[in-house]
């Protein structure tokens, strides 16, 4: 069953706009919830988790249970925001990622 | 702190031959944890240890695949006989727990195989 979704694979947006990167998840319970970034040739990290309830680079993230989303938003996204996205939902022992969304902010 | 660490970065096979990858974690981290990543996809968890005990190995292709972590520490991942499907990212993280903050996953830089 898939856990995690991130349905936009490519998401490209101008400097300076807004950005909400999408996911869902499958889980009835209190999920764990995380999203990751990869920058280019760098290693995937950490930026950041529900429990946290913290804004990370501008970033923040608000788990929605009702609607069992834990969509990710910038008000104003830089250059240096373009990477792989990954959002990621942890349960006892399992892990899951999503399939990933590469944001692409253009000058 | 230096990070995970892994090797080799790259590695080339042809299909039915075998393959081992190395890991050694953040020191102190009790979990481990190895993924592979196929092209355009998300990270798929295949094992996870704690300590030296394995945690989760529900999605581990027990029929080829097979991982270690003797001492609590390092450990290794193989694969014997590959398969070209086999083709992906091997990457392997570490936290200091399993639950709440302590399951902060820190990666190494991945291990790229390519099966001919």
């Known amino acids: 069953a898939q856990r995690v979704t991130q349905p936009e694979k490519l998401l490209s947006v101008f400097k300076g706009a807004p950005v909400e990167l999408k996911c869902n998840y499958s889980?009835?319970?209190?999920?764990?919830l995380f999203w990751y970034v990869q920058y280019s040739r760098q290693r995937l990290q950490l930026l950041l988790r529900h429990i946290s309830r913290e804004s990370i680079k501008g970033f923040t993230a608000d788990l929605n249970k009702g609607e069992t989303s834990f969509h990710l938003k910038k008000p104003f996204a830089q250059e240096e925001d373009s990477a792989m996205y990954y959002c990621?939902?942890?349960?006892?022992?399992?892990?899951?990622f999503g399939s990933g969304t590469k944001l692409n902010v253009k000058p | 702190e230096a990070g995970v660490a892994q090797s080799p970065r790259y590695k080339i096979i042809e299909k039915r031959q075998s393959v081992a990858f190395w890991c050694n974690p953040i020191?102190?981290?009790?979990?481990l944890y190895w993924y592979q990543q196929i092209l355009g996809q998300g990270p798929k968890l295949l094992i996870q240890?704690?300590?030296?005990?394995?945690?989760?190995d529900s999605q581990l292709p027990k029929d080829r695949f097979s991982a270690e972590r003797l001492k609590g520490v390092d450990s290794t991942l193989k694969i014997q006989p590959a398969k070209l499907e086999d083709s992906a990212v091997y990457l392997c993280?570490?936290?200091?727990?399993?639950?709440?903050?302590?399951?902060?996953?820190?990666f190494g830089p991945g291990t790229r195989l390519t099966v001919l």
């Open positions: 889980y009835s319970g209190s999920p764990e």
């Open positions: 020191s102190g981290h009790a979990t």
């Open positions: 240890f704690q300590n030296n005990g394995v945690v989760d």
């Open positions: 993280a570490s936290s200091s727990g399993t639950s709440g903050g302590a399951r902060e996953q820190f």
């Open positions: 990621a939902f942890g349960n006892f022992n399992k892990f899951y």
